[in-house]
């Protein structure tokens, strides 16, 4: 880190995200300032000395823009403003400037493949005949069918949020397209009027500061040519299966970024993108394609289900994991670049999911399966909480979970008959909520995340894993955190170095090497909770290696205490 005198926050020199470690807030569950129970922007400005002591580069905004909070911010009423509930433009303003002068950038979230139904577009082509009606897509009732009654949907395609697609508008006697709900209504890419009107308001942002984007299932903006010519969807859930990926999608996001000029004012760029194959994401991620730095893979998070519903349970052994990484490593090697997460506000806590969260176990899994992902080539993605350790929350009645997707789930699901044990089993190991229980700041009450009535409980296991208590101890998963975001920033090897992984099918050890011409790193993990011999002969020779970065004080012997992991040098030969 320079000087102040020289250092200008918000520069951002050429790939300068390829050596970033991003940290993404979820502003309604990060820090409140007001005591209204629910976190705020200024409460995230409050915390950023703690995120400059952590040392990350770059703050992701879930979003705070003005929306109805139907999908809690991904339902967007007014791109231009900042919702109340998460303060004003100003304390946004502020929070930036603050962040700059930390040498720490912003990047927001943007939410474009959907508006919420509130958005003023949207509510302009609800009238039939507005001009604004094509920035959306409107389909008369399913032939033979009273528009209105039950089967008269265009489809039998199932939206992620709710049972179908399709949402019925007395209005006009027709029905709107919502992929996720009927509160998040798709934009019609197709018009060239709406994706301008989208990279002005991204320019919007560009002007006020932001140094990049974090975009919302942007591989979904394309839909299939058949869909747009007006057949009907398949049954099932439209979004990931088939809309996922279309035709246009390398077109729309060349052009966005010439028109709102990403790669010359080298912003950030990721996109999530379900359902994307490596292919897609080399080739968006392409730096000759100029269309996106990165993207967001589902797969590796996509491998302890049964087919693509999350709620359908499945073991994880290890080889599938690391192999599923691996293949990624591999097939962006020569061209494109990757992201690295575990955690975010989609997906239930890596430490119990992943790792052991057992007292015993909890501190050096959390550690260990962040040394694995730290070290693979990309730019990894710390989600709030995960660099102390955070766990999934013990929710055990349906009455606790809060998120729209969890709870659709449970209705349709109970409907369908399925036991509410089952119900609550899949809820308690894959639920959204889990990821959104308030930050976990100190023991003091509500865990000093609000002075009022927290709109989501805090975990009670607050008292023992917080923030305060790990920054206070060096051997904290926090502290490993800190020893890793700096071994990525003084380590080109971490950076750029390429990626072999050793021992595939060993269903306790992760292992795999990092090389940049003739300096090797070499990382061993033990990712169970049982001891785990070295293979005699099947690792690189170790003498003369040198540790940089070890859980476990012993760290040399031929055994690997459970959950210990070891970042070695070796010696060149
Ligand atoms: O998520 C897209 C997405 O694929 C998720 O719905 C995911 O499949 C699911 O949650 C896994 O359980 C993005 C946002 O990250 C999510 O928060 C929004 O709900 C969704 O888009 C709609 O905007
Ligand atoms: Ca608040």
Redesign the pocket.
């Known amino acids: 880190m320079s000087s102040p005198a020289e250092f200008d926050g918000a520069a951002r020199p050429d790939l300068w995200w390829r050596s970033a470690v991003v940290y993404q807030i979820y502003p309604r569950s990060f820090q409140d300032s007001n005591g209204d129970g629910i976190g705020d922007i200024p409460g995230i400005t409050s915390r950023l000395d703690y995120l400059a002591e952590l040392g990350v580069d770059v703050l992701w905004l879930?979003p705070v823009y003005s929306s109805p909070q139907v999908?809690?911010g991904?339902?967007i009423s007014d791109y231009h403003d900042v919702d109340p509930l998460f303060g004003t433009l100003a304390d946004l303003d502020e929070l930036i400037a603050q962040a700059h002068t930390r040498g720490i950038k912003v990047v927001m979230?943007l939410?474009v493949?959907?508006t919420s139904d509130q958005h003023p577009w949207f509510v302009e082509s609800r009238q039939p005949g507005s001009a604004k009606r094509d920035w959306y897509f409107w389909r008369p009732a399913r032939p033979g069918h009273e528009p209105g009654t039950p089967g008269a949907e265009p489809d039998d395609s199932q939206a992620?949020?709710a049972p179908s697609t399709w949402t019925y508008d007395p209005r006009s006697g027709e029905y709107y397209l919502g992929?996720?709900?009927s509160a998040?209504p798709d934009l019609n890419w197709e018009m060239p009027e709406v994706r301008h009107a989208v990279y002005a308001m991204m320019r919007w942002w560009v002007d006020r500061g932001v140094d990049g984007f974090r975009m919302?299932?942007i591989n979904l903006i394309s839909k299939p040519p058949a869909f747009i010519s007006g057949e009907p969807l398949d049954p099932g859930s439209a979004?990931?299966g088939q809309i996922a990926n279309g035709p246009r999608l390398d077109e729309f996001l060349a052009e966005m970024n010439r028109e709102v000029g990403l790669d010359v004012q080298n912003l950030l760029t990721v996109g999530?993108m379900?359902?994307a194959t490596i292919e897609v994401a080399r080739r968006v991620t392409d730096p000759a394609r100029r269309e996106l730095n990165m993207v967001f893979t589902?797969e590796h998070?996509s491998l302890d289900q049964v087919d693509w519903n999350?709620w359908h349970l499945a073991d994880l052994p290890l080889p599938r994991l690391k192999q599923n990484l691996a293949h990624w490593q591999d097939g962006l090697a020569q061209a494109g670049w990757n992201s690295l997460y575990y955690d975010?506000?989609?997906?239930p806590r890596a430490v119990s999911r992943f790792g052991d969260d057992s007292a015993e176990h909890r501190v050096n899994s959390a550690k260990t399966l962040a040394t694995v992902l730290h070290l693979h080539k990309g730019t990894p993605y710390v989600y709030q909480g995960e660099e102390f350790g955070m766990t999934n929350a013990p929710l055990t009645q349906i009455e606790h979970y809060l998120d729209?997707?969890s709870l659709n789930y449970a209705t349709q699901a109970a409907a369908a008959g399925v036991p509410e044990e089952q119900i609550l089993r899949s809820l308690a190991r894959?639920?959204?909520d889990h990821a959104r229980t308030p930050v976990q700041w100190d023991q003091s009450p509500h865990a000093g995340f609000t002075t009022g009535v927290p709109w989501m409980g805090v975990n009670p296991n607050y008292r023992q894993i917080n923030a305060e208590a790990a920054r206070r101890d060096p051997d904290s998963v926090f502290g490993h955190f800190q020893r890793l975001i700096r071994l990525r920033h003084t380590d080109e090897v971490v950076r750029e170095g390429h990626f072999v992984l050793l021992l595939p099918e060993h269903d306790q050890l992760w292992t795999f090497t990092r090389s940049l011409g003739d300096r090797v790193l070499l990382v061993i993990a033990n990712c169970s909770s049982t001891p785990a011999e070295l293979p005699p002969g099947a690792l690189p020779n170790l003498d003369q290696a040198m540790l940089l970065l070890g859980t476990h004080p012993d760290s040399a012997g031929g055994t690997l205490a459970p959950w210990e992991s070891r970042v070695l040098r070796l010696a060149a030969d």
């Open positions: 879930s999908d809690n991904y339902d979230d939410v493949n959907h992620a949020f992929i996720f709900s998040q919302d299932v979004g990931l999530e379900p359902g589902f998070v999350k975010n506000h989609d997906q729209v997707e894959k639920a959204r």
